[in-house]
């Protein structure tokens, strides 16, 4: 029988209420790879993130177990836990299709979610209905999602983490510290630009290849026949059923870093317009190209932008704080840093000093150590929700064509019924019935 470290930790508070009686516990129980300190996980999605990202690196992680793979594709299910066994030495690894029998299975600690956005929230109120924590990619795919998840995580007294690493690499950290701690003066302005998004013509119809259960690939979405090209990550991240396109995927990154910086009361904006377009006639119906204005209850602007490269490329991506005595940017996603005055970039503070916190481990060791500790994780639910919030809106006013004004507490738009019925999605199909 394999003892997890939910079921162990149970024993032992049962051992300590009866403290009085002494007990030999076994080295096996007491060592490094003793339930009690290994953490056993169930990877669902094994596509580019959910391996390169997620899979190796919770490898590499002593104190976590890989049980079980799972993909809607049978061939990245076995693939992967062929890799799993290969780095164990063992052949322990489960490849399953339905990702059910992960969130079923009493052996398994924690789910990491790796799907396309859409699956994101469903299938992490599924795991912690089971009472598993969660590792979980961005964004969501509706704004009420946010809000039902992060009451769920509260309910189940869960812990949580998304899958961004951004608040834990050194150039985005200190910019946001130099932000907080005045170096720039009083912050007034935020520019990001982002990749546009990719335009794609529809396509004809075919039978799903024998490999791939798509009825679990599109879960809870919207059914539609199946097309070869619609599962693929450029392709899937610009149809609305399943994501909102590049203001939602390369968004969750830079915007996360701004509205640290901005440290407004409410966290999200309180009105964003804005222009912006989207395809007619096309399979992408999410806006490729976009103009975007915020303003939050603070005073601070934020401008979100596309610029002139689509899709993801490293030197696409920019990001730039503007205060009333200077500025300090990151340059594209890989080049250094760059301030108005050199004498910014050389600023440094203790943690006793620092109006920011201390830089975090990355998001796979920061979910372990939390796992274990039932401390809050660098990235929560409530930081998923207010990121996704403010990139839905933007979404939302380009789609309406109009200023919206957002009430930050109860999170509704303000005189406006088309954009409040799209704060959530169409109901969700009964996708379990045919699988």
Request: charged residues 25%.
């Amino acid at each position: 029988m394999h003892l997890t470290r939910r079921g162990f930790l149970k024993g032992t508070g049962a051992v300590s209420a009866a403290a009085a009686f002494p007990t030999v516990i076994p080295s096996s129980v007491l060592g490094e790879n003793a339930p009690s300190k290994r953490i056993t996980l169930g990877c669902i999605g094994m596509g580019g993130q959910g391996v390169g990202a997620n899979l190796n690196s919770f490898l590499n992680e002593k104190d976590a177990q890989i049980l079980a793979t799972c993909d809607a594709y049978q061939s990245r299910a076995e693939r992967t836990r062929q890799m799993v066994d290969r780095r164990y030495g063992t052949t322990g690894c489960k490849a399953h299709r339905d990702f059910r029998k992960i969130i079923d299975d009493p052996s398994i600690d924690a789910v990491v979610i790796s799907t396309p956005d859409h699956w994101h929230v469903p299938m992490s109120m599924m795991a912690l209905q089971a009472g598993k924590d969660v590792f979980c990619e961005k964004p969501t795919l509706y704004i009420d999602e946010g809000r039902r998840l992060m009451e769920a995580v509260k309910k189940h007294k869960a812990v949580f983490q998304v899958g961004l690493e951004d608040r834990s690499l050194i150039h985005f950290h200190k910019m946001v510290e130099w932000v907080k701690n005045g170096a720039i003066g009083r912050l007034g302005r935020v520019d990001v630009t982002l990749p546009g998004g990719l335009s794609f013509p529809k396509e004809k119809p075919v039978k799903p290849p024998e490999d791939l259960d798509w009825n679990l690939w599109q879960g809870p979405a919207r059914f539609h026949e199946y097309t070869p090209r619609r599962t693929g990550g450029w392709h899937w991240r610009n149809i609305s059923d399943y994501a909102k396109g590049a203001i939602l995927d390369m968004g969750a990154h830079l915007v996360d870093t701004a509205q640290v910086g901005v440290n407004a009361p409410g966290g999200s904006p309180v009105e964003v317009e804005g222009t912006g377009e989207i395809p007619e006639g096309m399979e992408t119906d999410v806006p490729i190209r976009f103009d975007l204005r915020y303003r939050y209850a603070n005073g601070v602007e934020m401008t979100v932008k596309n610029g002139p490269q689509s899709g993801w490329k490293p030197n696409s991506c920019f990001i730039r704080f503007e205060g009333d005595k200077g500025w300090v940017r990151r340059k594209t996603w890989s080049a250094g840093l760059d301030a108005s005055n050199p004498e910014i970039l050389r600023k440094t503070y203790t943690p006793e000093t620092s109006r920011h916190w201390p830089l975090p481990p990355r998001e796979q060791r920061n979910f372990l150590d939390c796992v274990k500790s039932r401390k809050p994780t660098t990235y929560q639910a409530s930081d998923l929700h207010l990121v996704s919030t403010t990139l839905h809106m933007g979404v939302i006013a380009i789609t309406l064509g109009r200023k919206l004004s957002w009430d930050t507490k109860k999170e509704v738009f303000l005189k406006d019924d088309d954009a409040n019925s799209m704060r959530k999605g169409p109901k969700a199909r009964d996708w379990a019935k045919e699988a």
